[in-house]
């Protein structure tokens, strides 16, 4: 009986002490886009830093779609619950301008690279607010089904070329994109494309051209969507994100193939939110994250390129099929002959304008 | 006994007046009663009754502009914005001294950023100044700020800094309507037909909703009628097919829908096998208006069939058996008899699957391609993407409002009391 007793009293005992350990480890939430996308920084950057500091739990919140209202819901109750969020650099300029995200110190708050450069310097223009840490390049680019199309398609304006091409194409229903391609493909320079767009006559030239395959067009909005429509044969060809098409290809097997041209480069990082209750812890871990070896560990288990020039040298091969990363990063000189980078500035001033008139076109 | 009762004042048992003592045991039953309504009330009220009302005021408050640019706004008044001149020095003065400050308070984008959904550029123009401005130490400020950026020499951006000055606004609700205000002249304009969105998106929505709304009743009619007339005991058993899709995830009904109806999908594989199109004539059922009409009227078919089913259960068969024997067909029985006396269940089935639909937005988002797509996508959209709120919610009270507009409608015609869930 005595010796019941005692097992019981250690059983308490540790059961108390059990608690109180957990309750001392700090928890950080961390928003992402869930599916692939987290799993990779949970593989990169969470799993290797909760081993080295047991003290800290990573949770995984899978919001970062609708993160921009939810935070500025979170910021006007007064009760910010998040620690890191991972959004597209237009909306970490949005969340900076707003107020609602902490400035950051490049140089001071993130780690030099290994020969010693600065963060801001290997980065570089990557930086397009002083709240944003870039973390990935990725672009918005296109894949066709190869058994579908009588020759490859090499080029932007074969999506405009409904003769050589038949069949359907899914678009994001956005009129980012778009309207760059359109102009491209209407013969503007690309140099020259925002100028042109910038003006009312522009638009209507970039919706005049899209006017020409509009009736052949799924319009997508989730970036699953294509890959769905492409693996379905719904679509012959559909832009998305390069990644999505990297699983779709490598992953799953599909005859689908790349079609790098013109691809719109766009930007994917972290920003911290103001009000957070653990801004020292999480500051730790931005720093661990963005550093030159993670950064490159990420592109082990997806096919984003890094966004520090230093770590473009130590992308491997794929954590499980073992294949080469390098050829299937946007990054790569060979896809990255012709790329458009997202114009920010032109976007923040123009995005509300021209989405009212690719909707209005939308409904005609 | 009028004067008795005028005279003589009843007492209870203890001397006190009844009257007095009855109050009092009802004002004790009236506390019960309402401390057991008030948990409901307090959630009305938090989870109903302050949103709304919140939506109602971010639709037309535009005090951003007095709070960020104070002076500018104050030293504005007195320019004559129709006069084809610029404003004075002190006005360049007064928004160099705003902007510095703002700046300081990181609130310039944000005061750009509302100014640019009623002229596109206002974005950039005070980012711009933002960097510039601290450079600015001295008179005059008017080159210095034309220096800065030529915009701010152009009569037009003052236009819209002045109209759009005031404590309030009906911008976000011309916008909603496809107007907007002329910066130079004050004039509403409406917008050209080729860049007009929301009035063919209300009327839309309201089209598809009714069409959905009389699909729902076509096919559930006869349904409920099958289950409220068949016996109980396999009844039950069907309203289980009634119920089940009803407890299913919407996503998962909703993409289920994609397989079935795409073009390379269930249905059109099948109506190729029987020989009934060729293979290049694949129908385009799903990303478009047949689409979302279809996947929403299976979504929202047991609103419908419900409602019918428990009021056609209270309907006694020996009405029906009493008219025919009387002599009349069973078709004008039924059309005499019966109809009328499910109208209660058409009317609660009908008015609840049309609010429903009316405000949808997962479904058409996913199979409604671009003619399927309702005003609650736009609505969605400047929620969580564009963050225009002052737009969304300009958007959501007039959807409100239709919404109010059809439940007095359906209050006259049909009477609101007539209407029965159960």
Redesign the interface.
């Known amino acids: 009986m005595k010796n019941f007793m005692r097992a019981m009293m250690a059983g308490a005992v540790m059961a108390v002490i059990g608690f109180a350990g957990q309750a001392m480890a700090t928890e950080l939430v961390v928003v992402s886009w869930g599916g692939a996308y987290t799993a990779s920084q949970q593989g990169a950057y969470h799993a290797p830093y909760m081993k080295k500091n047991p003290g800290i739990k990573i949770i995984n919140d899978d919001s970062a779609g609708?993160a921009?209202?939810k935070l500025?819901a979170m910021a006007q109750a007064g009760n910010v619950t998040w620690d890191l969020i991972d959004v597209v650099a237009a909306d970490a300029m949005?969340l900076?301008?707003?107020?609602l995200v902490e400035v950051i110190n490049h140089d001071s708050d993130l780690a030099a690279a290994p020969d010693g450069t600065p963060a801001s310097k290997d980065f570089g223009d990557l930086i397009v607010s002083e709240c944003f840490v870039p973390q990935i390049v990725y672009s918005t680019t296109f894949g066709y089904r190869t058994d579908k199309v009588s020759k490859p398609m090499t080029s932007i304006c074969d999506v405009f070329d409904t003769n050589t091409f038949p069949g359907?194409r899914s678009l994001q229903?956005s009129p980012l994109g778009n309207m760059e391609w359109a102009l491209i493909c209407d013969g503007v320079a690309p140099a020259k494309i925002y100028d042109v767009l910038g003006t009312s006559a522009g638009a209507d030239r970039a919706l005049a051209k899209l006017d020409s395959i509009k009736s052949d067009v799924?319009?997508w909005?989730a970036g699953a969507q294509t890959p769905q429509l492409l693996a379905?044969?719904?679509v012959v060809v559909g832009s998305t994100y390069n990644g999505r098409l990297f699983s779709l290809i490598a992953e799953e097997k599909q005859p689908v193939a790349m079609l790098w041209d013109w691809q719109v480069f766009d930007l994917d990082g972290w920003v911290v939110p103001k009000g957070t209750k653990n801004k020292a812890e999480v500051m730790k871990f931005l720093k661990f994250a963005t550093d030159t070896q993670r950064l490159a560990d990420q592109s082990k288990f997806i096919s984003y390129g890094p966004a520090r020039a230093s770590s473009a040298p130590l992308v491997g091969k794929h954590g499980k099929l073992g294949i080469d990363m390098a050829p299937h990063m946007p990054t790569d000189p060979n896809n990255a002959k012709t790329t458009i980078l997202t114009n920010y500035?032109f976007w923040?001033?123009?995005?509300?304008?021209l989405?009212?008139?690719f909707?209005?076109?939308?409904?005609? | 006994m009028n004067t008795a009762q005028a005279n003589t004042v009843l007492l209870t048992a203890d001397g006190t007046p009844l009257k007095v003592s009855l109050a009092r045991a009802q004002r004790r039953s009236k506390i019960i009663a309402f401390s057991m309504v008030a948990p409901l009330l307090i959630f009305i009220t938090i989870a109903f009754l302050v949103p709304i009302t919140d939506m109602l005021l971010l639709s037309g408050n535009n005090e951003i502009v007095q709070r960020i640019l104070p002076k500018t706004v104050e030293v504005l008044q007195s320019w004559d914005e129709t006069s084809g001149e610029l404003p004075d020095e002190i006005v360049f003065a007064a928004m160099v001294d705003d902007i510095k400050k703002a700046k300081a308070a990181r609130e310039h984008t944000k005061i750009g950023q509302r100014l640019n959904y009623e002229s596109s550029g206002f974005s950039s123009l005070f980012r711009k100044a933002g960097r510039k401005v601290k450079k600015i130490k001295k008179p005059p400020y008017k080159e210095a700020l034309i220096k800065s950026d030529k915009r701010w020499g152009k009569i037009e951006t003052w236009q819209v800094v002045k109209q759009f000055s005031g404590q309030f606004t009906d911008g976000y609700y011309l916008a909603a309507i496809d107007f907007k205000r002329n910066p130079s002249t004050g004039n509403i304009d409406s917008l050209p037909s080729k860049d007009s969105i929301y009035l063919k998106l209300f009327l839309r929505t309201m089209l598809l909703s009714t069409l959905i709304t009389f699909l729902t009743f076509i096919i559930g009619f006869p349904i409920s009628y099958l289950l409220a007339t068949i016996p109980t005991r396999i009844s039950n058993t069907l309203i289980i097919f009634v119920l089940l899709p009803f407890w299913t995830s919407l996503l998962v009904r909703t993409t289920s829908w994609i397989a079935l109806l795409q073009q390379e999908g269930v249905i059109n594989d099948f109506l190729i096998l029987v020989g009934l199109i060729g293979e290049d004539g694949r129908l385009a059922m799903i990303h478009n208006a047949t689409g979302t009409v279809v996947a929403m009227t299976h979504i929202l078919l047991p609103f419908m069939i419900l409602p019918m089913f428990s009021v056609m259960k209270t309907i006694p068969p020996s009405f029906m058996r009493a008219a025919i024997s009387l002599g009349a067909h069973p078709w004008r029985a039924f059309w005499r008899i019966y109809f009328p006396n499910t109208v209660a269940g058409i009317g609660a089935g009908s008015i609840l699957v049309f609010i429903i639909a009316i405000g949808y937005y997962i479904t058409p988002a996913l199979v409604g391609g671009s003619s399927g797509t309702f005003i609650s996508n736009r609505i969605a959209y400047h929620i969580s993407q564009s963050l225009n709120w002052g737009l969304g919610s300009a958007l959501g009270v007039i959807l409100l409002g239709i919404v109010l507009a059809f439940f007095v409608l359906y209050d006259r015609i049909v009477g609101i009391d007539n209407m029965k869930l159960g």
Do not use: I, P, Q, S
């Open positions: 609708t921009v209202a500025r949005r900076c301008d707003e107020g359907k229903k799924v319009w909005t379905d044969g719904e500035e923040a001033d123009n995005k509300d304008d989405d009212a008139k909707n209005a076109w939308l409904l005609k």
